[in-house]
């Protein structure tokens, strides 16, 4: 038996990064911790050679309504007393939250609107965030071929630290153009859904790229407390999301919308020549 990261670079070594979407598949959230609860690592290795053909794995039923409704209830709270702002990723960054619009648009590696609210482990968890999805992020971080507590006790001079991102893609407004992320530091991309299609938005959301370059909307499959897991340089993209009178929160232009919470570990500030997210160009 070969560990997960060698399982990884054999395969990696023999074919290139997956860029295209193939399929859905889905798993019960508590089958998915079992497996690494019992060290199983035939599964894994059935997960991660899942994750290479370019499937989209989504882990069912991970968290409850009642909690994803507080936190967003809590987190437009802690937005209308709290200004947004930005702040480097260096020694001693805070916690923050962002309203990313129009005028934003050329500040960062990717091109999106949205409100972004940003969490570290080196700050008080006011939310117990991190203690909430903990479970999760450290089994795939496994998966990912790291250890279990990769990145936990890291701060920015380590210049790999843990990000908890929470987003709010606003009506007819919010989206993210299509992009990939490099997989050297974290295979695994790691999204939260807090949104729930025909429930709270009508249209657009999260899609992926097939081989003849269509986008393929995957949001009818997903419900909101799923995590969704897929391989780091496939890609994707939000596009913009509507929401009509049928849908939650429908009057409160604060709370309505996409929400979405990625578990990411990027390079921070200390480093000069950092690896982000790149845009891509897709043909339809």
């Known amino acids: ?37 019992k060290k199983n690592f035939n599964e894994m290795y059935k997960l991660i050679d899942n994750l290479y053909e370019g499937n989209f794995i989504l882990i069912k039923n991970c968290f409850n309504q009642y909690f994803i409704d507080n936190l967003k209830l809590q987190l437009t709270e802690y937005s209308k007393n709290t200004k947004s702002s930005f702040h480097k990723m ?5 916690n923050f939250h962002r309203i990313q619009d129009e005028s934003t648009l050329n500040k960062y590696s990717i091109n ?3 409100h972004s609210f940003y969490f570290f482990r080196w700050n008080d ?33 380590d210049k790999i630290v843990d990000r908890i991102q929470i987003v709010r893609y606003p009506n007819k407004t919010g989206f993210i153009e299509p992009h990939q992320h490099h997989p050297i530091n974290q295979r695994l991309i790691i999204s ?6 025909n429930q709270d938005f009508t249209n657009g959301g999260t899609y992926f790229v097939d081989k ?13 407390g799923d995590v969704g897991i897929f391989y780091a340089t496939m890609k994707h993209g939000v596009d913009s999301v509507t929401v009509d009178n049928s849908c939650n929160n429908y009057n409160d232009q604060d709370l309505s919308g996409r929400w979405w919470i990625g578990l990411y570990s990027p390079e921070s500030d200390h480093n000069k020549d950092r690896h982000t997210s790149n845009p891509v160009k897709i043909e339809n």
């Open 90 to 94: 260096k020694e001693g960054c805070p």
């Open 125 to 157: 968890d006011d939310f117990s965030l991190f203690s909430k999805f903990d479970p999760y992020w450290s089994s795939i971080k496994f998966l990912g071929g790291l250890d279990f507590d990769t990145f936990k006790n890291n701060t920015p001079k």
């Open 192 to 197: 939260i859904y807090m949104s729930e299609q």
């Open 112 to 114: 999106a609107i949205r």
């Open 1 to 37: 038996m070969i560990s997960i990261d060698e399982y990884w670079k054999k395969i990696e070594n023999s074919k290139n990064y997956p860029n295209y979407f193939r399929d859905i598949s889905n798993i019960d959230s508590q089958e998915f911790l079992n497996i690494f609860d």
């Open 212 to 224: 003849n370059e269509n986008k393929i909307n995957c949001e009818n499959k997903i419900n909101a």
